[in-house]
Protein backbone atom coordinates (compact mmCIF):
# COMPACT_ATOMS: atom_id res chain seq x y z
CA UNK A 1 0.00 0.00 0.00
CA UNK A 2 0.95 3.54 -0.82
CA UNK A 3 1.36 6.33 1.67
CA UNK A 4 0.87 9.94 1.51
CA UNK A 5 1.27 12.16 4.29
CA UNK A 6 -0.14 15.67 4.67
CA UNK A 7 1.72 17.76 8.13
CA UNK A 8 -0.06 20.26 9.36
CA UNK A 9 -3.97 20.77 8.25
CA UNK A 10 -5.47 23.64 7.12
CA UNK A 11 -7.91 24.39 4.91
CA UNK A 12 -5.39 24.47 1.89
CA UNK A 13 -4.29 20.79 2.70
CA UNK A 14 -7.42 19.76 3.53
CA UNK A 15 -8.34 20.82 0.17
CA UNK A 16 -5.77 18.86 -1.47
CA UNK A 17 -6.61 15.56 0.98
CA UNK A 18 -10.44 15.83 -0.21
CA UNK A 19 -9.08 16.29 -4.20
CA UNK A 20 -7.08 13.17 -4.14
CA UNK A 21 -9.38 10.85 -2.32
CA UNK A 22 -11.68 12.17 -5.37
CA UNK A 23 -9.43 11.26 -7.84
CA UNK A 24 -9.85 7.60 -7.24
CA UNK A 25 -5.92 6.90 -5.97
CA UNK A 26 -6.33 3.08 -5.24
CA UNK A 27 -4.19 1.42 -2.57
CA UNK A 28 -3.06 4.68 -1.02
CA UNK A 29 -3.11 5.65 2.39
CA UNK A 30 -3.51 9.23 3.60
CA UNK A 31 -1.84 10.21 6.80
CA UNK A 32 -2.07 13.46 9.01
CA UNK A 33 -0.08 14.52 11.52
CA UNK A 34 -0.74 17.90 13.13
CA UNK A 35 -0.18 19.39 16.44
CA UNK A 36 -3.40 19.39 17.09
CA UNK A 37 -5.92 16.38 17.98
CA UNK A 38 -9.12 18.07 17.65
CA UNK A 39 -7.64 18.99 13.79
CA UNK A 40 -6.64 15.29 13.50
CA UNK A 41 -9.82 14.25 14.41
CA UNK A 42 -11.99 16.62 12.48
CA UNK A 43 -9.46 16.31 9.62
CA UNK A 44 -10.24 12.12 9.27
CA UNK A 45 -14.36 12.71 10.56
CA UNK A 46 -14.53 14.59 7.11
CA UNK A 47 -12.76 12.49 5.36
CA UNK A 48 -9.28 14.29 4.23
CA UNK A 49 -7.22 11.99 6.04
CA UNK A 50 -7.43 8.29 6.85
CA UNK A 51 -4.69 7.93 9.88
CA UNK A 52 -4.44 10.52 12.40
CA UNK A 53 -0.99 10.61 13.65
CA UNK A 54 0.32 12.70 16.01
CA UNK A 55 3.50 11.33 16.01
CA UNK A 56 5.50 12.98 12.95
CA UNK A 57 8.73 10.93 12.53
CA UNK A 58 6.22 7.50 12.13
CA UNK A 59 3.86 9.72 9.85
CA UNK A 60 5.91 10.34 7.63
CA UNK A 61 8.06 6.85 7.19
CA UNK A 62 7.89 5.03 4.18
CA UNK A 63 5.55 7.93 2.53
CA UNK A 64 5.82 8.57 -1.46
CA UNK A 65 4.79 11.94 -1.30
CA UNK A 66 5.19 14.25 1.60
CA UNK A 67 2.75 17.57 1.39
CA UNK A 68 3.61 20.24 4.27
CA UNK A 69 1.28 22.77 5.26
CA UNK A 70 3.19 24.43 7.51
CA UNK A 71 4.13 28.33 7.93
CA UNK A 72 6.89 29.01 6.06
CA UNK A 73 8.97 29.90 9.14
CA UNK A 74 8.53 26.30 10.21
CA UNK A 75 9.51 24.43 6.76
CA UNK A 76 13.13 25.16 7.27
CA UNK A 77 13.39 23.62 10.80
CA UNK A 78 11.35 20.75 9.83
Same mark, same amino acid.
Given at each position: ??? #?T +??? !?SD +?? /?? #?G?? $? @???? !???TE !???? &? /?S @???? @?? &?? %? +??? +?D? /??? %? #??? /??? %??? *?I #??? $?P *?S?T? %? *?
Open positions: MKK #I +IVG !I +IS /AS #ILS $L @RKSG !IKN !IVGT &A /A @RKVL @RQ &AK %D +IGV +IV /ANS %D #ISS /AVK %DSG *L #ILD $L *LEQ %D *L
